[in-house]
Nanobody, 121 residues
Framework: QVQLVESGGGLVQPGRSLRLSCAAS????????MSWYRQAPGKERELVAS????????NYADAGKGRFSISRDNAKNTVDLQINSLKPEDTAVYYC??????????????WGKGTLVTVSS
């Protein structure tokens, strides 16, 4: 069965960097685009970034522009999200997701359980 397991969250000070990772299993990882979403307390889940199945193209939503970088390693079945210069407003649960096709125009069909990032001094 499809499994997406996020890791790398935690408590981090403002201005620091953090790298989240998602380990995928149960499907042919290199056939699917992947995305990261986040949900802040009291807010709706929002798209952060997406990457095509080969990693050749990336797309950043407004929430992810500037300080976020998505990458993937198809040999290791992982997709990462690098977040730089963290701000308190980046505090959220970050979710890994699978798109139902090779590019990020497909909808999400599987979600991970999320990893909590708390930005605070």
């Amino acid at each position: 069965q499809v499994q997406l397991v996020e890791s790398g969250g935690g408590l981090v000070q403002p201005g620091r960097s953090l790298r989240l990772s998602c380990a995928a299993s149960g499907f042919t990882f290199s056939n699917y685009a992947m995305s990261w979403y986040r949900q802040a307390p009291g807010k709706e889940r929002e798209l952060v970034a997406s990457i095509t199945n080969t990693g050749g193209d990336r797309n950043y939503a407004d929430a992810g522009k500037g300080r976020f970088s998505i990458s993937r390693d198809n040999a290791k079945n992982t997709v990462d999200l690098q977040i730089n210069s963290l701000k308190p407003e980046d505090t959220a649960v970050y979710y890994c997701s699978r798109r139902s096709g090779r590019n990020f125009y497909y909808g999400v069909d599987y979600w991970g359980k999320g990893t909590l990032v708390t930005v605070s001094s």
